[in-house]
């Protein structure tokens, strides 16, 4: 086990090292800050999701092949270039998303839940592998990665041993990080400036090797936690349940210009923040008195290499060629509460054969076919 001192001394040599290379951290199908983009796909609901009942459609696989069980879905990393991860099909504009977990061990491995909007705003959670008593939290404002001030090391004890909800919670005026109903940072729009996270997010999570050399600047590898060693593994994150809670109402979100406020964000259909009554509900018994430690090099979010363009690390090259499969709510199509897109006149639907039938019967029905 790597000591949290040894562990962010190794962070800062790492960094310190590569960072006259930083180079972009994240990658984006379309930016809606410089071009015209498709409108997102608004959740507008909560629905909960208990994926030990298994795979619902508003979630899809990319990076690997998650399996369900009785514990809810795993993300396994037993070798070179797996990075397995769930995106939803659906955005959310401010809301709150709760997720019921374990980290994934092992030197190298990164377990992530990532908010990210289409102009590279997010919010992020991430576990290290040989670190079972931190999280990492983390925002960026449109894909600025010129300093990684933002970055906190916050208490989350047991992590890989104990099912643990986490909680992203994403208003206007603030982000609340908890852990179980301990409040462990908040962080408010007059502090972050012009690197608010504020445009529609889609929700990510999975694990990826952070840790593999072959695949990973050294840079990364000394985030995660050092070299990965395979023979050891295979290394799960497991997910029990999500529940994701959207502030906004409508069908879709568009952006009304090319500014990246929130005030610029129109809902067709509804309201932005018209379920801002829903922000009150959050219940928290608890605030951590300090974080464990402030990082100024801790990096952007999203999930892992291989065949994702999506990732975490510092500094990262996409050496796939894959992006995660997105798709829409088509119309006559209802999300239901469990998170399952069902027709209109339907309740339930039948799980398929293969995790990406429904994503085509999906793209059939909208008549369109886009990747991210």
């Not at 507008?44 to 990076?63: L, Y």
């Not at 809670?245 to 406020?261: A, E």
Request: net charge negative.
């Amino acid at each position: 086990m790597v000591s949290p001192t040894r562990y962010r001394a190794a962070l800062a040599a790492g960094i310190a090292l590569l960072s006259s290379a930083a180079s972009a951290q994240t990658w984006t199908h379309c930016d809606p800050t410089k071009t015209s983009c498709e409108p997102n796909t608004a959740l507008g609901m909560t629905i909960d999701v208990d994926f030990s009942q298994g795979e619902v459609n508003s979630f899809i696989a990319s990076g690997g092949t998650p399996s369900y069980g009785s514990d809810g879905v795993s993300f396994t990393v037993a070798g070179s270039g797996q990075a397995p991860q769930l995106t939803s099909v659906f955005y959310i504009m401010f809301g709150r998303v709760e997720v019921t977990m374990k980290a994934a061990p092992g030197a190298g491995i990164v377990s992530s839940l990532v908010l990210q909007s289409d102009c590279l705003d997010e919010i992020d959670m991430e576990w290290i592998g040989p670190d079972s008593n931190q999280v990492q939290t983390n925002y960026f404002g449109k894909g600025q990665t010129g300093s990684y001030n933002r970055g906190q090391f916050n208490p989350a004890p047991n992590n890989q041993a104990e099912w643990i909800k986490y909680t992203i919670d994403w208003t206007p005026e603030r982000i609340i990080w908890s852990v179980g109903e301990t409040v462990v940072r908040t962080t408010t729009a007059s502090e972050a400036g012009s690197q608010y996270p504020q445009t529609p997010m889609q929700v990510k999570f999975g694990a990826w090797a952070g840790g593999d050399p072959s695949m990973n600047a050294p840079g990364t590898v000394e985030w995660a936690g050092g070299p990965t060693d395979f023979s050891k593994g295979p290394f799960s994150m497991h997910v029990k349940s999500a529940v994701v809670s959207d502030y906004s109402t409508g069908k879709q979100y568009v952006y009304g210009d090319m500014s990246g406020t929130w005030q610029s964000i129109k809902s067709e259909g509804g309201e932005i923040n018209g379920n801002k009554g829903n922000v009150n509900t959050l219940t928290l018994t608890a605030t951590a008195p300090a974080p464990t430690s402030n990082s100024p090099t801790i990096p952007a979010g999203g999930i892992g290499p291989g065949g994702t363009r999506t990732q975490t690390g510092y500094p990262w090259v996409p050496t796939g060629t894959d992006a995660p499969p997105q798709s829409t709510i088509p119309d006559g199509w209802v999300m239901t509460p469990s998170g399952k897109i069902v027709p209109a006149s339907s309740s339930s639907i039948v799980k398929p054969s293969h995790p990406y039938f429904i994503l085509g019967l999906l793209t059939a029905i909208a008549g369109r076919w886009c990747l991210q």
